[in-house]
């Protein structure tokens, strides 16, 4: 098994730097109006989750990277509400984007902060 010398190895992050890709290219499609609302937001969000997941990686213990495993599994939660609110409002289908990516996301996030946390915080 190979050793990973870097968070772009981590399969986790490269989905979910491909989610937030597919949150920049689905929020041009966004009205100009939701330029500073949602379209900021989610793209926030979503650029949140790879971004914690490597500050995860470079963290020294493991408790410390447990803590941002979560954040990044808070992040994607976040902006999983701003995908459904999107498709309520009929601003994008689930054809424009799908929240299926960001369920294995979110997955593989909860084993990476189950694998990581002490049992008596979990």
């Keep these: 098994m190979p050793t ?3 968070f772009r190895q981590l399969k986790v992050w ?7 890709l597919d949150v920049y290219h ?15 937001q989610m ?6 989750v790879g971004a914690n997941i490597a500050e995860g990686y470079a963290s020294r213990g493991p408790r410390n990277r447990a803590r941002f495993f979560a954040m990044a ?7 999983r509400h701003y ?3 999107t ?4 601003l994008l289908s689930p054809r424009d984007l799908s929240e299926a990516p960001l ?10 902060w189950e694998s990581n946390c002490p049992a008596d915080e979990r």
């Design 103 to 112: 369920d294995e996301v979110c997955a593989m996030l909860y084993r990476l």
């Design 14 to 20: 490269q989905k979910a730097v491909q989610v937030s």
């Design 73 to 79: 599994k808070t992040s994607a939660e976040e902006l």
């Design 4 to 6: 990973i010398t870097g």
């Design 87 to 90: 498709q309520m409002l009929g």
């Design 43 to 48: 793209r926030r969000a979503a650029a949140s």
């Design 26 to 40: 689905a929020t041009k499609r966004l009205p100009a109006d939701e330029r500073f609302g949602l379209t900021s």
């Design 83 to 85: 995908i459904i609110l």
